[in-house]
């Protein structure tokens, strides 16, 4: 079955710190992935997704970048950290590109940026 | 206009009752509905998917969707109070080979005993 690890679980950083969130899907291939964040009331807001290894497509201008490495592997990353960046993370995927796929999400990285 | 638009809430209701939720939507192109299930702190999990409207039960949940009105719909029988979470409508349509969703802002629901 398929299993999607996010880390760390919580994080508390200062403004103008870098950060590095960490994704990786276990059994199954060539994947589809997305980080979103989400915010209180505001809903989930897409943020990257990633079609294959070394392929992200940015959603809305912002402090953040992605990055994948491998296969199953999906960075969230920032130079320096702004207040607003503060939220909740989730990374999915999903088996292809497919409309109908649905998504999978895991258990969510909680920022605070102080 | 947002394109899915989801009452917050929250919702209380007593243990056994009904659970019933909605969500609307504004783009006629979407044709795939979900509703994920999020408990505090946790990240969504999926619940209902469907594509087709009408009605779809799994155990206790129903879903619903209505095309020509835009309007989809989760229905909780016998609520348990481990059904309190925040309930997510979700809904895609295809986009350049890629299934984008767009969500509602969610509902918190609280089942008391």
């Known amino acids: 079955s398929q299993t999607i690890h996010q880390w760390p679980a919580t994080l508390v950083q200062p403004v103008g710190s870098p950060l590095s969130l960490e994704c990786t899907v276990e059994?199954?291939?060539?994947?589809?992935l997305y980080w979103y964040r989400q915010a209180a009331g505001r809903g989930l807001q897409l943020l990257f997704y990633?079609?294959?290894?070394?392929?992200i497509s940015s959603e809305v201008p912002q402090n953040l970048s992605a990055s994948r490495p491998q296969d199953r592997q999906f960075i969230l990353s920032s130079k320096k950290l702004l207040l607003s960046d503060s939220g909740f993370y989730l990374c999915?995927?999903?088996?292809?590109?497919?409309?109908?796929?649905?998504?999978?999400f895991g258990p969510g990285t909680r920022l605070t940026v102080l | 206009q947002k394109e899915v638009e989801q009452d917050p809430g929250p919702l209380s209701v007593p243990e056994g009752a009904i659970v019933s939720l909605n969500c609307t939507y504004s783009?006629?192109?979407?044709?795939?509905f979900m509703w994920y299930r999020q408990y505090s702190r946790k990240g969504p999990e999926l619940l209902m998917y469907?594509?087709?409207?009408g009605n779809k039960e799994d155990g206790r949940f129903t879903a619903q969707v209505d095309k020509s009105s835009k309007y989809i719909s989760l229905f909780i029988r016998d609520s348990q109070p481990s059904d309190s979470a925040t309930y997510l409508c979700?809904?895609?349509?295809?986009?350049?080979?890629?299934?984008?969703?767009?969500f509602g802002k969610g509902n918190q629901v609280v089942v008391i005993p």
């Open positions: 999915a995927w999903s088996s292809s590109g497919g409309p109908g796929d649905e998504q999978f």
């Open positions: 059994g199954t291939s060539n994947p589809n």
């Open positions: 990633s079609v294959g290894i070394g392929q």
């Open positions: 783009n006629s192109a979407f044709q795939y």
């Open positions: 469907t594509y087709s409207s």
């Open positions: 979700a809904m895609s349509f295809p986009y350049y080979g890629n299934n984008r969703l767009a």
